[in-house]
């Protein structure tokens, strides 16, 4: 079930809005609240892969298991262990379902073996969901929360359906108050509300819009330096309305229903430098790496040599999370090799820079790292990149048809909103509230009909 459906708008937000605040007015207990929003996470998961929610009530019940018995050993080498045997744990069923395939082929490919043709369907989200059972553990060894005695608040920790398939990566101790305590009021319900309106008009109206182009160009339908240079800026529009989409709306439904989830951008595309990049853009998975990977590594604590090999081993990490393809494995040492340059040779150099040459160089880094990110091939996305600047091709009438009065519209109003242009024209006081509170209503609305007279159209992010 994704969140841009009439089935889930008109039928599973409506039951169980009503069941909740029914629990709450009837029972005043949050406990039966917790059940009720566990039922529906784990319905919203199963709807399209019912098989899968096995996988995740068997790691929900593990790592139960895990997190009690490590907070009850009292030897730190005990406990270390079974916290490398949870962790392999984890990862193992993440190989298996995310990488096998991945792995088998390339054994093949190189002639190691014959091992056939393997296809193992991919759960939607085990990344996320892994990722945040690893963070709980590990915050339970490290002794910053408390290990989890109740399976059903556990369970919805790692189920709960608004971060559940594309974020953001939701830790323990971010969440644990609000499962045992939280404060459900109308203005918080309604900021929700809005919340979830704006992130899917995002969707809707600009990343769904632009999708049709951005697979023709990528498809190589319109072979130009014109066609590939619109066709990189739309995705890298794309993406980030469709991503940031996703996460506005998970923010919303955790209002409405009394949980606060964390940022999870924070206007990527005006950053001047690709550290800066990296802070901004899915902020939960950068901080999860920081925290977990980068720093028990050693971090920058180590020398500039140990610095650059953690620098790339995380962002090595960070491409193959992403999926199991050479292309996000060199999109993530693209960036890491950036990161490493701007650290040393190029320091000195970017402080000095104007502020708009030092946004050109970084958006343009971006752009290009998206052709990786987007491309079915490395061949494929070296091509694509040399034809950003060399003339190839004949195809502009066809190009100049589909690049019509409105396409342009829309991709205008994705540069302008992703950057914070709304805090210029904000302006306080009720009267304006009311006025902002229309337009979304009107935008949303309009969402909805063209949801409605479009197909099926799932976030880019569910496949990771």
């Known amino acids: 079930m994704i969140f841009a459906s009439s089935i889930f708008l008109f039928l599973f937000l409506p039951i169980l809005i009503v069941l909740y605040f029914l629990a709450d007015r009837i029972f005043k207990n949050i406990k039966i609240q917790n059940i009720i929003l566990l039922v529906f996470s784990l319905i919203f998961y199963s709807w399209g892969e019912p098989k899968f929610v096995i996988l995740m009530l068997l790691s929900i019940f593990v790592n139960y298991c895990f997190g009690l018995t490590i907070s009850h050993k009292k030897s730190d080498l005990q406990s270390r262990v ?16 995310k990488y096998l395939n991945f792995s088998i082929d390339i054994l093949n490919s190189i002639g190691i073996g014959k091992y056939g043709n393997i296809d193992i369907k991919l759960p939607i989200g085990i990344s996320f969901f892994t990722f945040q059972i690893l963070s709980y553990v590990i915050e339970v060894y490290r002794g910053n929360v408390k290990s989890q005695k109740n ?66 160009v990528f498809s190589a339908e319109y072979p130009s330096l014109l066609g590939n240079w619109a066709g990189m800026i739309s995705y890298t529009l794309q993406i980030y309305y469709d991503f940031s989409g996703y996460s506005d709306m998970a ?13 999870n951008f924070n206007y990527p595309y005006i950053s001047k430098s690709i550290k800066e990049f990296w802070r901004r853009w899915h902020i939960s998975l950068s901080s999860w790496f920081k925290d977990y990977v ?33 292309t996000f494995v060199v ?14 040779v190029l320091k000195d150099l970017i402080k000095k820079l104007p502020s708009a040459v030092k946004w050109s160089y970084t958006i343009l880094v971006v752009m290009i790292g998206w052709v990786f990110f987007r491309a079915d091939s490395i061949y494929n996305a070296g091509r694509y990149i040399i034809h950003l600047f060399v003339p190839y091709g004949n195809d502009l009438n066809r190009f100049l048809y589909y690049f019509n009065a409105e396409f342009f519209m829309i991709i205008l109003v994705g540069i302008l909103f992703s950057a914070p242009i709304y805090k210029l024209i904000t302006l306080k006081g009720k009267k304006y509230e009311i006025i902002k509170s229309i337009a979304i209503m009107l935008l949303f609305i309009l969402s909805i009909t063209c949801m409605i007279g479009s197909g099926y159209s799932p976030f880019l992010y569910f496949r990771f």
């Open 82 to 97: 079974l916290l490398i045997i949870c962790v392999i744990y984890n990862l193992s069923i993440l190989f298996v379902f």
């Open 331 to 344: 999109w993530g040492l693209y960036y890491a090799i950036f990161i490493i340059l701007e650290n040393s």
């Open 151 to 216: 399976i059903l608040d556990l369970g919805l920790y790692i189920s709960f359906f608004p971060q559940l398939i594309a974020g953001p990566i939701v830790r323990y101790n971010e969440i644990e108050k609000y499962i045992h305590n939280r404060v459900i009021n109308w203005d918080s319900f309604f900021e929700g509300v809005q919340r979830f309106s704006i992130g899917f008009s995002k969707k809707i109206l600009i990343a769904d819009r632009l999708a049709p182009f951005v697979d023709s």
């Open 251 to 263: 923010i919303g439904l955790g209002k409405m229903f009394g949980f606060d989830f964390p940022e």
């Open 294 to 326: 980068y720093i028990p590594l050693g971090g920058n604590r180590k020398g500039n040599t140990r610095k650059c090999i953690n620098l790339l081993i995380v962002f090595f990490l960070t491409g193959l999370w992403h999926g199991a393809a050479t």
